[in-house]
């Protein structure tokens, strides 16, 4: 190696260190502070999945939903092709008639036979026209998707990890009414807003990744405009009762309803000038 191309190596250095630590989101195209690698993302997923599927009923093998799995396989294999990030992502049928759907860190992705179901005998159209139940399934699982991708659950250990590392040097520090004044009153804002932020993102790259693929993403204000109703079973929004997202089962820290179809209108009208993509 000349002098050179040595000194051009060593120049490089700060610039990798910088890449490794502060990589590029593939998912958002922002650079995020990272110290869990991929692996280890997977690996929390992968921990966490068995609990996770037998709390949401068990794995489906009954042959009464044989054409639910396949539509959920079919579904994923389209998506996954489009993803912004390659990761192991998998779709299991559960044995529940709950309404709920939710991705683990690393793409390991939880969907009740009870939400596809649901979707399939509800017959108002909000407005929007005929949305075949296949694009609305895919709605779900791109949302889900783009939690994974984006590395939202990742993220949320990360700032649990730092959070907790800042409280013990708060009360190594200083006097124990701080650290529990941190807790109670610092903690739940930062957590509340970042989840917030983390599903509208969810919405709106879900939406992306939907017209990749050839879905109609218009499927995704279906689904919202679905879960700002009241259920019919249970006589209660939705929303109050759906967790789509088992990392964050505070349900106060989804987006209201509303909100999240104003996004979603603005993103589909993006979508449709070709603006976004
Ligand atoms: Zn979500």
Redesign the pocket.
Same mark, same amino acid.
């Given at each position: 190696m000349s002098s050179i191309t040595k000194a051009a190596s060593i120049c490089s250095w700060p610039q990798k260190f910088y890449d490794t630590i502060r990589p590029m989101n593939p998912v958002t195209g922002s650079r995020q502070f990272r110290f869990i690698p991929k692996g280890a993302e997977i690996g929390f997923g992968n921990y966490f999945y068995h609990g996770v599927v037998q709390e949401q009923g068990g794995i489906c093998r009954n042959p009464v939903y044989t054409e639910h799995r396949d539509l959920l396989q079919k579904v994923t294999g389209r998506l996954v092709h489009h993803a912004d990030r390659k990761l192991p992502y998998e779709a299991i049928l559960t044995d529940t008639g709950v309404e709920n759907a939710g991705c683990l860190p690393g793409g390991k992705i939880v969907f009740c036979r009870g939400l596809i179901e649901s979707m399939q005998a509800e017959t108002r159209d909000f407005g929007l026209g005929y949305i075949p139940l296949e694009d609305k399934v895919a709605a779900v699982m791109s $949302? #889900?998707m783009v $939690?994974a991708g984006a590395r939202h659950g990742a993220r949320t250990l990360e700032m649990t990890l730092c959070l907790s590392v800042l409280i013990y040097v708060a009360s190594q520090v200083a006097a124990l009414a701080f650290a529990i004044f941190f807790v109670h009153y610092l903690r739940d804002p930062i957590f509340l807003g970042y989840s917030r932020s983390? #599903?509208l993102e969810?919405d709106r790259h879900g939406m992306k990744l939907m017209q990749r693929a050839g879905y109609d993403p218009k499927a995704a204000l279906w689904v919202m405009h679905l879960f700002s109703t009241t259920h019919p079973r249970t006589g209660i929004k939705w929303f109050d009762q759906i967790i789509?997202?088992p990392m964050d089962k505070i349900l106060s820290t $989804?987006p209201a309803p509303d909100d999240r179809i104003q996004h979603a209108e603005k993103t589909l009208a993006l979508l449709a000038s070709g603006k976004l993509k």
């Open positions: $949302h #889900e $939690h983390n #599903e969810s789509l997202y $989804h």
